[in-house]
Each structure stands twice: as C-alpha cells, then as structure tokens.
C-alpha cells in the first residue's frame, strides 16, 4: 500500500478522525456549541482548573488565541477563572454550573455518535479496535515525549529557548 491508495492507514486514521468531528459538530449544533467551544468543555470537563497555558497546550494553539476564546466563554457564561492557590498571577479554569450541565448532553451525544460509527464491527471487533487504537496511542505518546526531550536538549546545547 503506498500513498496513492485510498486504503492507507495514514488516510484512512486522518479521514475517521475527521468524520467523527464533523458528524459530532453537526449533532452538538443544536446545543450552541461551536468545535473550539466543545473543545474547550471537554478538556476542562476532564482537566478542571487547567491554567490558559495549560488549556492552549492541550488544544494545540497560542496562548493569546487561548485567552481571546475564554473571555468570550467567560463572558457567555461557560467557564470560570479563579485565582490559584500559591500564584496570583495564575488564573485556574473551570467550567460552571450551566457548562457541566451542557457538557453531560454532549457526552450522550459523543456515545452516540461513536456508536453510530461502529455500528458495522461486532462487539468482540469493538473491543480490539479500541485496545489496538489504545496501543498506538500510547506508542504515539511515546514518540512525541522523546522527540520533544530531543529539541528541548538541542536547544539546551545551543544555548537558545526551547519550544
């Protein structure tokens, strides 16, 4: 299998990732969510008090875009800043009242889109592809922390900032 068929496995990961996110998109429409605000939900539904920092890394952007997205979130209503504990200068997120109860729809609605989805594969099917997938995940992980460790001891020797 190379790069000009459709059946790759680069592809086809890429192509189910992102049917999954357009399938979900659509059915959390109807809840007022847009895919940057159900982002937002669902990582700080598993990661409350995250730091901005901490947010804009777990959603791959700058942290300026990060901000600008949680004073409209904050101003909607979605999420709350707190100070921290030890650092003022720190503010800690965490999702209100009316978020949880939006993110528990949206939840119902996630299990049921990956349901949809797997509606062709048997249940003992489901089972592997999800340890498979588990699997690769974890190696994925693997890879990513020590490529990082690499540039960040390059840059250690270059004596410049690491990323």
Known sequence: MGPDDDGYIGYVLSDVARLMRTVFDRRVRSLGLTRAQWLVLSRLYRRPGASQTELADMLEI???SAGRMIDRMEKAGWVERRADAVDRRVKRLYLSVHAKRVHARMWAIAEATVDDALV????LE???FSGLAVRVKERLQSLADVDLAAKTADADMRGIAAP
């Open 126 to 128: 489901r089972a592997r």
């Open 62 to 64: 700058d942290r300026a």
């Open 120 to 123: 062709p594969l048997s249940p």
